[in-house]
């Protein structure tokens, strides 16, 4: 698996577009997200249609059609050098083909930050971009509103990348060992749902796999694992981490499906590495080249992030 292109770190006085691709937002909690980001020295910028509501589907933030637009006037935008999403929730896969990639390839490299259901945008951006991306805190989500942890190392990433080439994630070998790889992944339901679209990528081979997700039971867990095993998707894999799972199993009762379907990868395997859907998630960048410590629970990064 090839190294991503990684965009420029933003500088004080940034402009940030914030759009919302997938589930709708509230007002109350965007609008302190984008006094965060003032306090930074950014400028935000609202997509149109970001408090919009679907009129039939409410868990959509808008019609498929005005969240794509939005989207796409955010990164065509030369004067927004960063696109950050306001949350997840669903909607992004049914977006995802009205943007026009040719046009957002021609607008060059920008800063792309977002998780959970943004996992499918993480993909295309790999895959039809060439692009590396930063999973982490949504603008409009709880953490990033609330969570210095979360906050201070979002920050950091995008101001000082330097500073945090090793994110010690305070996680813990469920499979002992090092690996090199790629940096990849997301939530785990929306990797398989991946499967077969125009989007993914073939195989994690020779990738460092990030996996969590939210609110499913342990069986469907399974499910999504199983589907990535059995369809060969997860040959070749150098190593995993493994993020949260809030609002599933406990974690004592989830380990050993984690366990049994990964273990036999023959790979290290990080467990509670702190990012995803928990509170004070790390940013953990997409796409670039990097070696997991499963044992000390660190990832280093050859290179900073953001250049």
Not at 28 to 40: K, N, P, T
Not at 125 to 135: D, M, V
Request: net charge negative; aromatic share 6%.
């Amino acid at each position: 698996m090839k190294e991503l292109v990684r965009p420029h770190r933003l500088a004080p006085g940034a402009r940030v577009a914030v759009v919302a691709p997938s589930g709708p937002v509230p007002e109350e909690r965007l609008q302190a997200g984008l006094d965060v980001l003032r306090g930074w020295d950014l400028d935000p910028v609202v997509g149109a249609h970001v408090l919009d509501r679907h009129p039939e589907f409410g868990y959509l933030a808008g019609t498929d059609a005005d969240r794509a637009a939005d989207f796409q006037r955010a990164w065509c935008d030369p004067a927004v050098d960063a696109v950050l999403c306001a949350r997840g929730g669903y909607g992004v896969q049914r977006m995802a083909d009205l943007l026009d990639w040719d046009a957002l390839r021609a607008a060059g490299p920008k800063v792309f930050v977002g998780f959970s259901d943004i996992t499918a945008l993480h993909e295309a951006f790999a895959t039809r971009l060439g692009l590396a991306t930063l999973h982490g805190p949504m603008a409009a989500g709880i953490d990033f509103v609330k969570n210095t942890r979360a906050q201070e190392h979002l920050r950091a990433t995008l101001f000082a990348p330097e500073t945090v080439r090793t994110v010690a994630t305070g996680g813990t070998a469920l499979v002992p060992g090092r690996a090199r790889g790629v940096t990849l992944g997301g939530c785990l339901c929306l990797l398989a749902a991946e499967r077969g679209t125009p989007h993914a990528r073939p195989s994690a081979r020779g990738g460092l796999l990030c996996l969590e997700d939210v609110g499913e039971e342990t069986y469907r867990l399974d499910r999504y694992l199983t589907q990535l095993l059995r369809s060969g998707w997860l040959d070749g894999v150098s190593g995993v981490l493994l993020g949260s799972w809030e609002e599933c199993a406990d974690y004592a009762g989830l380990r050993p499906l984690l366990a049994e379907r990964l273990g036999g990868l023959g790979v290290p395997v990080a467990e509670n590495v702190g990012f995803g859907h928990c509170e004070g998630a790390l940013t953990i960048p997409f796409g670039l080249a990097a070696e997991l410590d499963a044992d000390t629970g660190t990832l280093t990064l050859d290179e900073p992030a953001l250049r």
